[in-house]
Every structure is written in structure tokens, then in C-alpha cells.
């Protein structure tokens, strides 16, 4: 078969047998291995940018909200430090919890579009309540507190969770999979160029809504007034009602796939398959190769390997809960940090927040054009896991630095560790002589990892994800998430003073040791990556 008609298989692939799919894949295998074919990428599709400014909408909502919880817990509700801390990780782990399940109603049910629409629905509630709730008399009369957690762990999490696994890979599934022809014959269009362009480029909404977020609703919460707060909260409420009539105007225009809710069966059905097999294991690569060549049964050889891919997608997201217990560190003990810092009466320690956001923004197109491009063409096409390890040891030097800062922030004056605070002016915070700028670099650092690691774990989800399986997959690759948030809980007592410097120390110590780790485990699926 000709390239020309590999091609044109691709074209109508998904809608193709499973024997015209297998040959369409021997054909690609043999394309890709000519040394003189260059493969690029091509523009992000329409269909795709309806989906991102979605995403950027809804991440205004999330990071602008949420950005003030710690100030608004410790100066309104009246928390202490290690409370507020614990009661923001906790918030953080069932917005990733309820991931699969949005996941799963998506791939089994009502498919992505639709429970996209479901969940915006429950988001927007908790949004309105959690402005409710911030009201003074809502807070006067004991509903604050009670009126945040219900806003917050059962509609902003159910909400933003049930979205989080679906549009992501919503906006990968607009791309033309396959590799397809350009008027110069040594130059094809690759989709999987294109779905890393697309996962960059989600991962710029994502931060351009979070650097907007953050900017504006902690100013809006800074004005004089007792409804400061539940003005803060209400502009999240309009920019995510604007991103909802975004996503639905272009409804026509999105490529949807119908669920299928067999395949949940029939992965289970193969899994046990392979487990029950007990014949001669040594011959096999893997032990899922025994379910290869059965009779009578629902899969096939190509969705076992598919299923293969997605069994190492998940060994590799076991490793990012310990890269998120030092990644929610910025919502909650960078902004105790900068608190206890020296600032301009303008400036809020949360606010510092934007930096990060405002890297990311500039970085990524920066990396997508120009960077990554550079080193293609140099014959460096870095692997998913080589990428992730340089984001963990990025992340790893951001925190030695937030470390160190403690150290010089204890052994300045005037409050010193702050155990001894007689003298400090009741509702005042107390500030060591140490300027708050010299926070600046970890938000920026932290940002160039999320560019390798973060971004890398979304795209890595996708495309090892069994076709039929990718939100549940992806779902679990946020779910990792929760772990991160399950750690910061669980040291949430040392997120205090004098103990900050232990707790920062620790935890880097332990990205370091997993970095370590994670490379040697997983460094040979580079290599599967890049023949694929």
C-alpha cells in the first residue's frame, strides 16, 4: 500500500475496521521510519480554541476564588494558620477527587460535551453560594464558615472536577489524527506535534486566566467596603457564565465522540483474562500479552498493546503526588512566607501568585514556537519522561531557594522565628525587615517545571491512553492531585512557625529522592513514545 493510501485510511479513521486499522498502522510504522520524512505540526483547529478560552474562563473562576481562601479563612473566619492550611488542601483534593467521576459519566454515559454542560451547572452554583456566604450577615450569623465548605468541597470541587478530566482531552480530540501529506513530499503533518501544540496552548489558557483571576479578584477584595469579599467572589461568577456561552456557541463545530459504555467491560474482562491465564509467563514481554490471540472475546491484539500503554501511563502518575505537595505550596505556605515579609501596603502576599501565572503565559508560546521547535530540528526530540525529570529537578532548585529564604527570613529581624510576638499591634501581621521581592524567583521557577512536567503529565495521559479510555485516564493523572493534597494534610501542623524551614527542607529532600527514582523506572518509554 502505497503512503497516498495509508493516508487516505486515515482520513475516515474513526470509522474504520479493525483490519484496515491494523494495516493503516503498519503503514504508518514504515512512514515513520524513513530518515528523510521531517514531520511537523499544523495550526491549532477552531474547534480546539472554543474549548481553551473555556478553560481560561473557568481557571479565572477557580484561581481567582480560590487565590483569596487563605486570607479570607485566617482574616474573616477567624482560622489559624495550620487550620486554613488544611482546610485549603482539603478543598484542593475533591476538586481532584471527583475527577473520575466526570470521567467516567463522560466515557460511559453522556460523553464529554454533555457533562461538561452538567458540571458547569453544579460549578456555577457553588459559585453564587460561596458570594452568599461572604456576605456579613451571612458570617455574622454563623453561616460563613459552614456556607464556605458547602460551596466549596460539594459544588466548586464536584463542579471543577467533572470538567477538569473532560475538556482537556475535548480539545485533543478536535485534532485530525494521523500523519498526513503537504505539498512537499519529504514533509508531513504529525497530529501528535499538533495535540502537544494543543496541550501547551491549554496550558497558556489555563495560566492567562489564572494570571487574570488572581490579578483582579484580591484587588476587588481590597476595597473598603464589608462586601469586599462578596464582590471578589461574584466577578469569578461572570467570567465563568461568559466562558459557558463560549463552550456552547461552538457546539457546532466540535467533533464528539458518542460513549461507549462496553469498553469499561471490556477492559476489566481483559485484565482478568490475562490474570487468570496461568500458562508459560517467561514467553511473554508482559504479562497482558496472554490475552493476545483469544477466541471469543471482545478486544483485540492492537487494544491490548493500547491497554499496555495505559498501564505505564499509570505506574508513571504514581510519582506526581510528591511534585504537587511541593506545586500547592504556593496557595498556601508561599503566601504565609509572604506574609511575614515586608511588602508595599498595595500589595497582598497572594498577589505574588501572579508571577507565576505571568512566566507561564509568556514561557509557553515561547517553548511551542521556538524552544521545542530548535530542538527537533537539532535531532533532540526530548521524551515525555525525560521532559517530566527536567521538571521535577526545576521544581527541586525552586524550593532549595524557598528553603534557604526561610532560613535568612528567621534570622532577620524583628520577630526573628516569630515565637516571641510581644509588642505587635493586635490584627496586625508581623514582618521580619526582609522585602517580600526576594519571593519572586520560586514562582518563577516553579513556573518553567509546570512548562515540562505538568504540561508533559496531560499530553503523556492522552496519548498513552487507551482511544476509548482517555478522560478516565486522564482523570487519573489528576487524580494524582489528591495525593498532593493528602500530603499537604498531613504536614499541614508543621505549616507554621518556627517549624516552616523543616517542612520546606523535607519536602524537597523527598522531590529530590523521587526524581531520582522516576527516571531510572520509566526512562525506557521515551523510546516507546518516540517509535509510536
Given at each position: 500500500m502505497s503512503h497516498e493510501q495509508s493516508i487516505e485510511i486515515k482520513k475516515e479513521a474513526r470509522t474504520f475496521s479493525v483490519s484496515s486499522k491494523d494495516?493503516?498502522?503498519?503503514?504508518?510504522?514504515?512512514?515513520?521510519?524513513?530518515?528523510?520524512?521531517?514531520?511537523?505540526?499544523?495550526?491549532?483547529?477552531?474547534?480546539?480554541?472554543?474549548?481553551?478560552?473555556?478553560?481560561?474562563?473557568?481557571?479565572?473562576?477557580?484561581?481567582?476564588?480560590?487565590?483569596?481562601?487563605?486570607r479570607y479563612l485566617q482574616k474573616k473566619l477567624l482560622q489559624d494558620k495550620p487550620s486554613a492550611t488544611a482546610i485549603n488542601r482539603g478543598f484542593q483534593f475533591f476538586c481532584y477527587f471527583t475527577a473520575v467521576l466526570g470521567a467516567v459519566i463522560a466515557d460511559v454515559k453522556l460523553g464529554k460535551y454533555k457533562t461538561i454542560l452538567l458540571f458547569s451547572t453544579v460549578y456555577s452554583i457553588g459559585l453564587v453560594l460561596l458570594a452568599l456566604s461572604a456576605l456579613p450577615a451571612s458570617i455574622e450569623g454563623g453561616f460563613g464558615l459552614p456556607g464556605f465548605i458547602v460551596a466549596t468541597y460539594v459544588f466548586i470541587a464536584c463542579g471543577t472536577g467533572g470538567i477538569k478530566a473532560n475538556v482537556s482531552t475535548f480539545a485533543a480530540e478536535q485534532v485530525k489524527e494521523g500523519i498526513h501529506?503537504?505539498?512537499?513530499?519529504?514533509?508531513?503533518?504529525?497530529?501528535?506535534?499538533?495535540?502537544?501544540?494543543?496541550?501547551?496552548?491549554?496550558?497558556?489558557?489555563?495560566?492567562?486566566?489564572?494570571?487574570?483571576?488572581?490579578?483582579?479578584?484580591?484587588?476587588?477584595?481590597?476595597?473598603?467596603?464589608?462586601?469586599?469579599?462578596?464582590?471578589?467572589?461574584?466577578?469569578?461568577?461572570?467570567?465563568?457564565?461568559?466562558?459557558?456561552?463560549?463552550?456552547?456557541?461552538?457546539?457546532?463545530?466540535?467533533?464528539?465522540?458518542?460513549?461507549?459504555?462496553?469498553?469499561?467491560?471490556?477492559?476489566w474482562a481483559c485484565l482478568m483474562y490475562a490474570a487468570r491465564n496461568t500458562g508459560n509467563v517467561a514467553k511473554y514481554n508482559h504479562w497482558l500479552d496472554k490475552a493476545k490471540g483469544a477466541s471469543g472475546v471482545a478486544w483485540d491484539d492492537r487494544f491490548v498493546e493500547d491497554l499496555k500503554k495505559t498501564l505505564s501511563a499509570c505506574k508513571v502518575f504514581l510519582f506526581y503526588p510528591f511534585y504537587w505537595a511541593l506545586y500547592n505550596n504556593m496557595?498556601?505556605?508561599?503566601?504565609?512566607?509572604?506574609?511575614?515579609?515586608?511588602?508595599?501596603?498595595?500589595?497582598?502576599?497572594?498577589?505574588?501568585?501572579?508571577?507565576?501565572?505571568?512566566?507561564?503565559?509568556?514561557?509557553?508560546?515561547?517553548?511551542?514556537?521556538?524552544?521545542?521547535?530548535?530542538?527537533?530540528?537539532?535531532?533532540?526530540?526530548?521524551?515525555?519522561?525525560?521532559?517530566?525529570?527536567?521538571?521535577?529537578?526545576?521544581?527541586?532548585?525552586?524550593?532549595?531557594y524557598a528553603t534557604v529564604l526561610q532560613v535568612v527570613l528567621y534570622r532577620t529581624a524583628p520577630w526573628y522565628d516569630f515565637t516571641d510576638l510581644t509588642g505587635l499591634p493586635k490584627g496586625e501581621d508581623a514582618m521580619n525587615e526582609l522585602s517580600v521581592w526576594w519571593q519572586m524567583p520560586p514562582y518563577a521557577i516553579i513556573a518553567i517545571s509546570e512548562i515540562f512536567s505538568?504540561?508533559?503529565?496531560?499530553?503523556?495521559?492522552?496519548?498513552?491512553?487507551?482511544?476509548?479510555?482517555?478522560?478516565?485516564?486522564?482523570?487519573?493523572?489528576?487524580?494524582?492531585?489528591?495525593?498532593?493534597?493528602?500530603?499537604?494534610?498531613?504536614?499541614?501542623?508543621?505549616?507554621?512557625?518556627?517549624?516552616?524551614?523543616?517542612?520546606?527542607?523535607?519536602?524537597?529532600?523527598?522531590?529530590?529522592?523521587?526524581?531520582?527514582?522516576?527516571?531510572?523506572?520509566?526512562?525506557?518509554?521515551?523510546?516507546?513514545?518516540?517509535q509510536s
Open positions: 494495516e493503516y498502522h503498519k503503514q504508518q510504522d514504515l512512514l515513520l521510519s524513513d530518515p528523510n520524512i521531517i514531520r511537523q505540526g499544523e495550526a491549532v483547529p477552531g474547534a480546539a480554541w472554543f474549548i481553551i478560552i473555556t478553560e481560561l474562563c473557568e481557571r479565572f473562576a477557580y484561581y481567582g476564588a480560590s487565590l483569596m481562601f487563605n501529506p503537504t505539498e512537499d513530499p519529504n514533509v508531513y503533518i504529525d497530529s501528535r506535534i499538533t495535540v502537544e501544540s494543543v496541550f501547551r496552548y491549554f496550558y497558556w489558557a489555563i495560566n492567562l486566566g489564572a494570571f487574570l483571576g488572581m490579578l483582579i479578584c484580591p484587588a476587588v477584595s481590597d476595597v473598603k467596603s464589608p462586601y469586599a469579599f462578596t464582590y471578589a467572589y461574584l466577578v469569578p461568577v461572570a467570567m465563568f457564565i461568559f466562558g459557558l456561552v463560549v463552550f456552547v456557541a461552538g457546539s457546532s463545530k466540535y467533533y464528539v465522540k458518542p460513549p461507549n459504555g462496553s469498553v469499561l467491560v471490556m477492559t496557595s498556601d505556605i508561599f503566601i504565609n512566607q509572604g506574609t511575614a515579609m515586608m511588602r508595599p501596603s498595595w500589595l497582598n502576599a497572594e498577589s505574588l501568585n501572579l508571577i507565576n501565572s505571568l512566566v507561564l503565559v509568556i514561557s509557553i508560546p515561547l517553548f511551542d514556537s521556538f524552544v521545542f521547535p530548535w530542538l527537533r530540528r537539532m535531532g533532540l526530540r526530548l521524551g515525555p519522561i525525560t521532559r517530566i525529570t527536567i521538571g521535577f529537578w526545576i521544581m527541586i532548585f525552586g524550593f532549595i505538568s504540561a508533559t503529565g496531560l499530553e503523556f495521559a492522552f496519548k498513552f491512553a487507551t482511544r476509548e479510555l482517555k478522560s478516565v485516564v486522564m482523570a487519573l493523572f489528576l487524580l494524582t492531585n489528591c495525593g498532593g493534597s493528602i500530603i499537604g494534610i498531613l504536614t499541614a501542623p508543621l505549616s507554621k512557625d518556627p517549624y516552616m524551614v523543616t517542612l520546606l527542607a523535607s519536602q524537597t529532600g523527598m522531590m529530590a529522592v523521587i526524581a531520582v527514582i522516576f527516571y531510572y523506572l520509566f526512562r525506557h518509554l521515551d523510546d516507546v513514545e518516540l
